[in-house]
């Protein structure tokens, strides 16, 4: 049974155990502590976070130790690509049932967990921001969005897997929804908004706009300012105010010259490009890419690509004095 009771009308929790002690661990750990949970972390004998996470003042349990405790509440946050691993290596030590929540479906998806793992719940939160914005929005008490799935739960445990599942999303500073979805439909989503918008065509179309700029003479404060600091100036307006609104907002120039440029660049070929991308994530081709991939060795390479760019040493010199931390 799902291991959640009520207490004089107040939703109780048994042990919350987060394995990982990354950027979003850190972030659902702190909020869960400031919303008066009692919260373990589970990392290898081995990790260098042991001595982040004592001076931070979180008990700590080896994660092959997990199964000693009765039923806990399990918060998988280490990188998607590491949990196939993971429970590999704890499941024969945990209960029947034991609950565990994942902020991402990919593993669950790509690794068939409901087939490789059927003696335990599988549960799906899936806060909408990275890690810094999850920590922020909940510090500052802002408005954030999740999505859930209890698609692999039986229809007698739902009611109280819901009900687990929205005490955590309130916990860590879920304020809407959160929206059911399935763990099949939020990955899919996801790398999608990641390949076709979020990760590529943001970051990377403000670096060839600033180089053109560059190239042109434009001063790199100027170039800067103009294609990488309003990014989010645009994001953030577009995001508020919705599409009409901010269609109405802008100027005459930029209202001309983004009908002019949408129809000069979303053409016929950028839409094969498009249903590429996904028809790599709906046929889980892009899922066998992921497989045996070494993502360390893949990261520094971007890194050291991104750190010859101009923009990058031009982001650092301004950005004290650009950028509220």
């Known amino acids: 049974m799902i291991t959640i009771w009520l207490h004089k009308g107040k939703l109780q929790m048994n042990d919350i155990v987060i394995i990982g002690y990354g950027s979003q661990a850190k972030a659902w750990a702190h909020n869960f502590r ?3 949970r009692r919260v373990t972390i589970a990392l ?6 042991i001595p982040i996470v004592n001076e931070k003042g979180f008990e700590l349990i080896s994660l092959l130790n997990i199964g000693k405790l009765s039923k806990p509440i399990l918060i998988l946050l ?3 690509h590491t949990h196939l691993e993971t429970l590999t290596e704890i499941a024969s030590k945990l209960e029947v049932g034991t609950n565990i929540i994942y902020a991402h479906g990919y593993s669950y998806t790509a690794f068939n967990f409901k087939e490789n793992f059927p003696k335990l719940n599988h549960l799906l939160l899936a806060p909408k ?3 810094s914005e999850l920590r922020f929005q909940y510090e500052n008490k802002g408005k954030l969005g999740a999505a859930y799935s209890l698609e692999d739960i039986s229809a007698e445990e739902s009611a109280e897997a819901k009900e687990l599942l929205m005490a955590v999303a309130r916990d860590i500073g879920i304020t809407a929804g959160p929206y059911e979805t399935t763990f099949l439909e939020e990955t899919n989503a996801d790398l999608f908004s990641e390949q076709s918008l979020l990760c590529s065509l943001l970051p990377y179309g403000a670096l060839h706009s600033y180089n053109k700029l560059r190239q042109k003479g434009v001063k790199r404060e100027i170039a800067y300012l103009e294609c990488w600091l309003e990014v989010k100036l645009i994001a953030d307006a577009m995001v508020k105010m919705g599409p ?3 269609f109405k907002l802008i100027s005459p120039n930029a209202l001309l010259g983004g009908e002019k440029a949408q129809k000069l660049l979303f053409d016929e070929g950028y839409h094969k490009k498009l249903d590429s991308l996904l028809s790599d994530i709906w046929n889980q081709d892009f899922f066998t890419e992921c497989k045996g991939l070494d993502f360390n060795k893949l990261r520094s390479s971007v890194l050291e690509r991104w750190a010859n760019e101009e923009l990058t040493q031009t982001h650092r010199e301004l950005a004290p004095e650009l950028i509220n931390k």
């Open 129 to 131: 921001a990275i890690a």
């Open 44 to 49: 290898r004998d081995n990790s260098e976070s």
């Open 78 to 80: 280490t990188p998607d």
């Open 244 to 246: 009409e609104e901010f």
């Open 34 to 36: 400031d919303s008066g």
